[in-house]
């Protein structure tokens, strides 16, 4: 066999969980159990065939719906219990959703997801070793009409996304910048060339996805 650069960060008999909303969960809970049918899928078979000597555990914790709030009630099942050597998280368009809610209970201000975020990511410098890869939550969608509800979800991603950023420089994270990833990507096609509508990708969407987090990962 080819000798493979040995770049890849994540080594023989470690563990990866991935977490987050319906973007990694993607069917991962029936029909696609274990991995889902999306960017996890995606990354894990690519892994596997260049580096087919790697013996590595993989987890997809993601459910569909999930917010930063929902993470840290779980955080300590779905992944502390797997004693990880790598974290993945992508977490937050859920959360900017919720400030449409008619219900302020349900509201999740970028403080409030900041505040979340932190705590998730405390437990785990404190319980664990693993090294942390934070992806920023995205819309693909570009949008000419200032007043439409595509273009105020866009004004408001900022917030979320810098709170990601923020954390990935609090906690020495690597980090997929993956909305301006997709906005790039943008340039050239359509969004419907990568997704349905802006939330949820299409495989070309999230091969995208697996491409970024791969190449942070030093594929």
Not at 5 to 10: K, Q
Not at 111 to 134: P, S
């Amino acid at each position: 066999m080819t000798e493979t650069p040995d770049t890849f960060l994540v080594q023989d008999g470690q563990t990866l969980v991935f977490i987050g909303d319906s973007i990694t969960d993607c069917g991962r809970r029936d029909q696609a159990f274990p991995f889902g049918a999306g960017y996890v899928r995606f990354a894990i078979d690519l892994i596997t065939a260049r580096y087919p000597d790697r013996g590595i555990t993989y987890h997809n914790q993601g459910i569909g719906g999930d917010v930063s709030t929902g993470l840290l009630r779980r955080w300590n099942g779905d992944v502390l219990d797997h004693q990880p050597d790598w974290v993945s998280v992508m977490i937050g368009i859920n959360d900017l959703h919720r400030r449409f809610s008619a219900t302020a209970a349900d509201h999740i201000s970028p403080d409030a997801y900041r505040e979340a975020y932190h705590a998730f990511l405390t437990l785990t410098a404190a319980e664990t070793d693993a090294r942390i890869i934070l992806i920023d939550p995205f819309y693909i969608t570009r949008e000419t009409d200032p007043d439409s509800h595509g273009a105020t979800v866009l004004a408001a991603l900022n917030d979320y996304i810098a709170v990601a950023q923020e954390m990935a420089t609090e906690f020495d994270a690597l980090h997929v910048p993956l909305h301006a990833i997709f906005q790039e990507h943008l340039d050239y096609r359509a969004a419907d060339v990568f997704c349905p509508e802006p939330v949820h990708p299409n495989a070309s969407g999230h091969l995208v996805i697996a491409q970024a987090w791969l190449k942070t990962m030093g594929w």
